[in-house]
């Protein structure tokens, strides 16, 4: 690829780049993503259900079975509250169309690329 053709992709990613910074769907999951990052709630129920899942496998090590489904059944509950949490739903709802709209992008991209290699070697064949 020739500098010039280098140069125009650049700019073109960069483009790209900048739009996808102002898009409503970026800016809404990067806002609901800091929110959880921030949230002690959060962090402190991720805590919990590593304490809780730590707890199992030291009472299954130590052949304590009911100590060892106790400690399973909090994680569980845990994670299931953890799931349910309204900022972790929104996250993930937010990450979803994030992911739509990036999979869609990358699908134009990939189809128009090989449209113009196509092209591309069509006009080769042709003044062989």
């Known amino acids: 690829m020739n500098l010039e053709?280098?140069?125009?992709?650049?700019?073109?990613?960069n483009d790209l780049t900048a739009l996808l910074k102002e898009n409503e769907v970026?800016?809404?999951?990067?806002?609901?993503?800091k929110r959880v990052a921030e949230s002690d709630t959060l962090k402190q129920l991720e805590d919990?259900?590593?304490?809780?899942?730590?707890?199992?496998v030291q009472y299954a090590h130590y052949g304590k079975p009911e100590a060892e489904k106790a400690a399973l059944k909090e994680a569980d509950r845990l994670t299931k509250e953890f799931d349910q949490h309204p900022l972790v739903t929104a996250y993930r709802d937010q990450l979803v169309e994030a992911n739509d709209l990036l999979q869609h992008l990358t699908h134009m991209i990939q189809k128009?690329?090989?449209?113009?290699?196509?092209?591309?070697d069509f006009e080769?064949?042709?003044s062989e």
């Open 5 to 13: 053709k280098e140069a125009a992709v650049e700019a073109a990613l």
């Open 26 to 33: 970026i800016i809404d999951y990067q806002r609901v993503q």
């Open 48 to 56: 919990e259900i590593k304490e809780a899942q730590k707890a199992a």
């Open 112 to 120: 128009e690329v090989n449209d113009t290699l196509e092209a591309d």
């Open 124 to 126: 080769t064949d042709k």
